[in-house]
Each structure stands twice: as C-alpha cells, then as structure tokens.
C-alpha cells in the first residue's frame, strides 16, 4: 500500500518562501497524478495545486497562481510545493494526495484522490 509522507513546513514571515516535499513510497509514483491540498482552522480542504504523472501538466488554484509551483522527481518518488511570497492567508495544514487512479488526469476535487499523506502544518506570521 502506498505512502506518502509530507515534510517542510514550519512558522515563516510575511513574504518568506518554503518548499514542501512529499515522499512517496512503493514502485508505482510515476503512473500517478498528485496533488496538493491545505486545510486551515475551521475550514473545509480546498485545492492548491496538482501535477500529472509525467510532470508535464500543472493546476493551481487561483488563490496560489504565480506564487506557488508544484513540480515532482519521479527518480525520487517526490512531489514539490514550492511556495513564494506566502501570505496570512496561506496558514494551513498542507496535504499531499494521489490521484484514484493510473495515468488519470488531474483533479481539484478532493474526493478524487484515495491516498493522502499526514500533513504538514504552514503558519504565516503578518
């Protein structure tokens, strides 16, 4: 059963960048879209950003576009959350997920991922 293991979060400033990593285990990472998700207090989950299998195409949600990038090392069975200029705003506990499904195009929808990691928590300081 596969893995998945998110690291990289911790308390930054108004302004800072971090970068999340999510380690998957098992042979099976790069037939899988992955995504990422972020929770924050009293909040439902909402979408941040996915990736398909190969690395080719990339989602974000509006509320990220231009200051995040999510990439992935298939050699490393790793996806990446690359976060720049965070915001108050962007305070949350941040989760990876695998997409149902091999080789299934991207989803902002959470329901459609099965496999999801214990998440990382992000606190932006104003």
């Not at 893995?3 to 998957?24: F, I, N, P, W, Y």
């Not at 949600?61 to 050699?75: L, M, Q, W």
Request: hydrophobic letters at 30%.
């Amino acid at each position: 059963q596969v893995q998945l293991a998110e690291s990289g979060g911790g308390l930054v400033q108004t302004g800072d960048s971090l970068r999340l990593s999510c380690a998957a285990s098992g042979r099976t990472f790069s037939s899988y879209a992955m995504g990422w998700f972020r929770q924050a207090p009293g909040k439902e989950r909402e979408f941040v950003a996915a990736i398909t299998w190969s690395g080719g195409n990339t989602y974000y949600a509006d509320s990220v576009k231009g200051r995040f990038t999510i990439s992935r090392d298939n050699a490393k069975n790793t996806v990446y959350l690359q976060m720049n200029s965070l915001k108050p705003e962007d305070t949350a506990v941040y989760y990876c997920a695998r997409r149902r499904g091999s080789y299934t195009w991207p989803s902002d929808h959470r329901r459609e991922y099965d496999t999801w990691g214990q998440g990382t928590q992000v606190t932006v300081s104003s």
